[in-house]
């Protein structure tokens, strides 16, 4: 069975910085490409990074490029998210999520429970 | 404002065929496949259609997707009153150096 539980998330202050981590288990970790996704209160759904199998291709939304930083260690099967100048707008549910192939793509066929960020003085 | 534009509500009753679409661009949809997620109010998103019209094992087929140039369609028959959730298009947008876009939601309404 295919597991993620994300942990670290949090109240951190505005500018402040955060690292989220999602252990894995039930699925061969580097052969998939993993995802970050977040939902802010009432809001939709956001892709915010991902990271190839073999970690060597991440990529990154708009809203956190140059403050968010994806990695992966395939030895562990964790997947971590460094969130750093926090601002409010990244207050929100953050997803760890497995996508369906090696390549990052929006294929995401397993979600963890998701685990709150909030930023906030 | 979302990169996929869906229509942010739709109802229907049960037994009836709902559609919900999702519009986007050359870049996304016009490009690459497109996914659906079903999210429950409280719950993580669940995958619904994968790849335009897969379904993953599990998902009935009462659940239908497609794809017609830049727009995406998600069709539900036989609604029941367990499909009252919000449903997410998604797509990988080759701009910006590649990046996961996701359409605002449609929140479904079944009376």
């Known amino acids: 069975e295919v597991q993620l539980l994300e942990s670290g998330g949090g109240l951190v202050q505005p500018g402040g910085s955060l690292r989220l981590s999602c252990a894995t288990s039930g699925f061969t970790f580097s052969t998939y490409a993993m995802s970050w996704v977040r939902q802010a209160p009432g809001k939709g759904l956001e892709w915010i990074s991902g990271?190839?199998?073999?970690?060597?291709?991440?990529y990154y939304g708009d809203s956190v490029k140059g403050r968010f930083t994806i990695s992966r260690d395939n030895s562990k099967s964790t997947l971590d998210l460094q969130m750093n100048n926090l601002r409010a707008g990244d207050t929100a549910i953050y997803y760890c999520?497995?996508?369906?192939?090696?390549?990052?793509?929006?294929?995401?066929?397993?979600w963890g429970q998701g685990t709150l960020v909030t930023v906030s003085s | 404002q979302s990169v996929l534009t869906q229509t942010p509500s739709a109802s229907g009753t049960p037994g009836q065929r709902v559609t919900m679409s999702c519009s986007g661009s050359s870049s996304n949809i016009g490009s690459n496949y497109v996914y659906w997620y079903r999210q429950l109010p409280g719950t993580a998103p669940k995958l619904l259609i994968y790849r335009n019209d897969q379904r993953p094992s599990g998902v009935p087929d009462r659940f239908s997707g497609s794809k017609s140039g830049t727009s995406a369609s998600l069709a539900i028959s036989g609604l029941r009153s367990e499909d009252e959730a919000d449903y997410y298009c998604?797509?990988?947008?080759?701009?910006?150096?590649?990046?996961?876009?996701f359409g605002g939601g449609t929140s479904l309404t079944v009376l």
């Open positions: 990271i190839s199998g073999g970690g060597g291709t991440t």
């Open positions: 998604a797509a990988w947008d080759d701009s910006m150096n590649g990046r996961g876009v």
């Open positions: 999520a497995k996508t369906g192939v090696t390549t990052v793509t929006t294929w995401i066929d397993y």
